[in-house]
């Protein structure tokens, strides 16, 4: 009788395959309980400190798993990661962020999937890897240099990936790894040379040199040589000497603050539900509670503003339409600007006729400088219209699309980075909306003579979620970038002064002594902001995503060397088998 055919051989072959199939799905439950559990670095939970080791997981499984596998473990962390972080969409229809995190996985997924070949080519010698996989899991008298190189080309490849995700298919930079230190000044002063992607840079260097540590120390070897953590003691000094340039920076630019104009800007932050859409009774309500809140703004005893700021469309009705609402809006706020002779920015639809075709009417999403005697003085609109939801890509060409995907409406985008003078000198390049998290938006007013940066959004599309404290955390690294400060009015909550620091100077409200500009509620104040009066560009407002040419170049020189390594092993292995094959042809002969 074949053992092998027994029942009791053919019960344990059923149990062994029964305990593979429970490890793979507990490993995948695993995976996604670590993906899950990292998005907690992010608004609101905020637990910062997790970034610097919460890569550890899919690290650490991209060195120890085979690539079949890592592709399917590490597209579940990432799916659990993107999907965790933007599950705040579902506010709009449930199944957006399903989808959507698809695609967002994919990237952490490519990231992962360059740690194995990097590690086995990079770091261990051609002919230990010919001695088999023994000698290859044993192996740990790794190259310091090499190390250090296979650390900072796994940073420079997420930085890549970060940058990348932020035009393709029109862009969304949010959440980077960055966004999780918003709050932690020393670290993020660097924004100012390499833009937000230096602090991810940093980040996921720290993660690296912790798994290359982790990898030496429970590598099987009879050795019990001290284990070196070369690569660890570089990152932390590399963390140290970025959050000491960040204090000098921070001294620095407090210094800077003494040559400003004292500007008192009025915000109004109505706290109105998403009416994008409004009856003429929502639109009324709406109207209202703007104009009763800015006339508070003048109430004896306070500090009159120099201007007084609406957030995005807080009035759902066009104010230039030739409709009846139309003509009371600007009724309203012409009788504001007449009295108090102040001049206001709103949010407000804009139309235009297009200059092509005066039969076609271009709708905008506009911020308006209102001023007394003038009207409308100036207007900027917004350059990134938000894609399904401020317009449908290539409805043009395929109009099914549009009634397919489309919520009613195609805006056109702005055509200009123009700023809007707010005064004789206070010159406010105007965010609206999420293009506040676009460093190339900001970026470009401060390169056209911006000295303020003015966000006006409405986060009322989500008003259970964490999404307008991701906005506030993402729209900080603005400031940095390019050491302007930002003026913040947001319909629902986060209207706040953040200085070119980063930090928080002023907001609607307080809690335990200082600015709170998470405070939801109706509520208007004057806030000063200290405008620098000709402010030095900083070097990314000049030069813009340089460091991320230099990741490249790093991570292309790593790929190279890991290349040639692979290419040696490959010679090295035809070789021996060549001087295999000719013994055993001597043999024969003999």
């Known amino acids: ?3 092998s055919d027994s029942p009791e051989m053919r019960g344990a072959r059923r149990l062994a395959f029964a305990s593979g199939r429970l490890r793979i799905v ?41 690539v079949k596998y890592l592709i399917a ?54 002919e230990v890897r010919l001695e088999g996989a023994d000698a ?42 960055a966004a999780s230190q918003w709050k932690t ?38 050795e019990r040589a001290y284990v070196r953590p070369y690569a660890l003691i570089f990152a932390c000094a590399l963390l140290l000497f970025a959050m000491t340039a960040g204090a000098s920076l921070l001294k620095h630019r407090r210094s800077e603050f ?78 504001l600007l007449l009295k108090h002779q102040v001049p206001f920015v709103i949010g407000s639809i804009y139309l235009e006729r297009n200059a092509l075709d005066p039969e076609k009417i271009d709708v905008y999403n506009s911020a308006l400088l209102l001023k007394p005697g003038h009207g409308v003085a100036d207007f900027y609109s917004k350059e990134h219209i938000v894609p399904f939801g401020e317009y449908v890509p290539y409805s043009e060409t395929f109009p099914w699309l549009a009634r397919a995907a489309g ?29 506040d998290v676009y460093a190339y938006v900001s970026r470009n007013h401060a390169r056209n003579g911006a000295n303020v940066l003015l966000v006006i959004t409405n986060d009322a599309w989500y008003p259970t979620s964490f999404e307008p404290a991701q906005h506030f955390a993402n729209a900080v690294f603005r400031t940095l970038e390019t050491r302007l400060p930002m003026i913040r009015c947001g319909n629902l909550d986060y209207s706040a002064v953040i200085l070119p620091n980063g930090r928080i100077a002023a907001a609607l409200a307080e809690q335990n002594g200082r600015p709170d500009p998470s405070w939801r509620g109706r509520a208007s104040a004057t806030l000063s902001v200290p405008v620098p009066r000709n402010p030095e560009p900083t070097f990314y407002t000049r030069y813009g995503d340089v460091f991320i040419g230099l990741c490249g170049m790093l991570f292309l020189l790593a790929l190279a060397g890991a290349a040639l390594n ?25």
């Not at 706290?271 to 809140?293: D, G, H, I, M, P």
């Open 73 to 126: 473990y590490a597209y579940i962390w990432s799916y659990a990661w993107s999907l965790t972080s933007f599950f705040w969409l579902r506010e709009i229809m449930w199944f957006i962020p399903f989808v959507l995190c698809l695609l967002l996985a994919v990237f952490p997924t490519l990231w992962a999937l360059s740690v194995p070949f990097l590690f086995r080519n990079l770091l261990i010698p051609a």
């Open 26 to 66: 507990l490993e995948l439950f695993g995976a996604a309980l670590c993906g899950w559990a990292y998005a907690g670095i992010f608004e609101e939970v905020s637990i910062s400190f997790l970034a610097w080791f919460g890569l550890l997981p899919l690290l650490m499984y991209a060195l120890y798993r085979p």
């Open 136 to 177: 290859v899991r044993s192996f740990r008298k790794f190259n310091p240099f090499l190390e250090i190189a296979f650390c900072l080309a796994l940073a420079a490849w997420w930085s890549i990936l970060e940058w990348t995700k932020s035009w393709l298919f029109t862009g969304l930079p949010w959440n980077y790894l």
């Open 185 to 222: 000044l020393s670290v993020i002063q660097i924004c100012e040379y390499t833009g937000v992607y230096g602090v991810s840079f940093l980040i996921v260097t720290v993660n690296a040199a912790l798994g290359l540590f982790l990898k030496k120390l429970l590598a099987p070897s009879k």
């Open 407 to 435: 919520m009613g409406r195609n805006l056109t985008r702005g055509k200009r980075f123009n700023s809007l003078e707010l005064s004789p000198e206070v010159r406010a390049g105007v965010s609206i909306c999420y293009e």
């Open 566 to 590: 692979w290419k040696l092993e490959k010679s090295l292995l035809s070789a021996a088998r060549t001087g295999e094959g000719a013994a055993e042809g001597d043999s024969s002969r003999m």
């Open 258 to 335: 003494t040559d400003t104009v004292a500007f008192q800007a009025g915000i109004v932050q109505p706290n109105l539900s998403q009416r994008r859409q409004a009856n003429a009774e929502k639109a009324a309500e709406a109207l209202e509670v703007c104009t009763s809140l800015s006339r508070a703004l003048f109430q004896d005893g306070k500090v009159k503003p120099d201007v007084v700021i609406w957030p995005e469309t807080a009035v759902p009705c066009s104010y230039n339409a030739a409709s009846e609402f139309s003509g009371r809006y600007r009724a309203e706020l012409f009788s």
């Open 1 to 3: 009788m074949d053992v």
